[in-house]
């Protein structure tokens, strides 16, 4: 453990200044708890322990602990000591431990076969070199707000994050940004590979067809229909011109109707 000097009363007179041995400085709040252990007065100082310890209820150690405070950072907040906040961390830390493995089990896609978000994950990091292993996932959700899963990973110059909101009851996640919406989008483009997904060039396409002669389209009897009916009210039936060699002086056909 390093020892600490004291260099001087701080400007606002309310902090000490400290030196530790490698010169680096520390600054220290004069708290109530501080003058009393500074005067050796072991009985006031337990008794503003436990003071701090009746402040802060069990429930709200572990709310903060659930908003993604660490354990040190809420015992120096309330004046109190490590391992008295740690008691509380075991349920919060299996509570974000199980959020957490939710959202990796999640499928995005509408397949029962589709990819789960882990492996969506490790996917899209592989294409980066990232192993997923080495991926960190924590989960904090603040009172009344819903939970915040968290992604932390090495990849190019520095650490990226990766962002989503999860909510237990419908199972909804949704992506907070670039980095998220890349990692479990499923909708992300895909590598060139053999077996991929071919992409319809829809430019292309038009420019191929601008040589090209549109083919008749197809007959679907709607002619035959109409000759049919003709034919039963009466009406001369619609009939192609006769070809070259057909008898000369041939009678039209009239239809059955009565003539005029």
């Known amino acids: 453990m390093d020892e600490l000097e004291l260099v001087r009363l701080h400007e606002d007179g309310e902090h000490l200044v400290l030196r530790a041995t490698g010169g680096a400085q520390f600054v220290l709040p004069i708290t109530e708890a501080l003058r009393a252990a500074v005067r050796r007065d072991r009985p006031h100082l337990e008794h503003l322990r436990a003071e701090g310890e009746r402040n802060l209820a069990p429930r709200e150690i572990q709310a903060r602990l ?7 950072a809420v015992a120096e907040a309330a004046g109190l000591g490590v391992e008295h906040v740690r008691r509380f961390a075991g349920p919060v830390v299996a509570e974000q431990e199980y959020v957490v493995e939710r959202v990796r089990g999640l499928r995005p896609g509408h397949d029962e076969d589709s990819p789960t978000v882990g492996e969506l994950v490790a996917q899209r990091l592989a294409a980066r070199d990232v192993d997923a292993a080495a991926v ?3 989960a904090a959700r603040a009172h009344g707000s ?25 199972r909804a996640l949704q992506a907070l940004d670039d980095e ?12 060139p590979a053999p077996g991929a997904v071919a992409v319809f060039d829809v430019d292309a396409t038009a420019r ?3 040589g090209l002669r549109a083919a008749p389209p197809a007959d679907d009897g709607t002619a ?4 049919d009916l003709s034919q039963r009210r009466g009406v001369r039936p619609r009939k ?3 070809p ?15 003539l005029a």
Request: charged share 25%; aromatic share 12%.
């Open 180 to 191: 998220a919406r890349w990692l479990s989008g499923t909708d992300a483009p895909r590598d």
């Open 66 to 72: 659930r908003a993604g405070d660490s354990v040190e």
């Open 136 to 138: 960190a996932w924590s």
């Open 146 to 170: 819903p939970w915040v899963v968290t992604a932390t990973f090495e990849a190019g110059t520095g650490e990226r994050t990766a962002r989503w909101t999860y909510d237990p009851a419908t």
């Open 208 to 210: 191929g067809a601008r």
């Open 244 to 258: 070259a060699g057909d008898a000369v002086g041939q009678e039209p056909f009239e239809g059955f109707g009565p």
């Open 240 to 242: 192609d011109p006769a």
């Open 224 to 227: 035959e229909l109409l000759d």
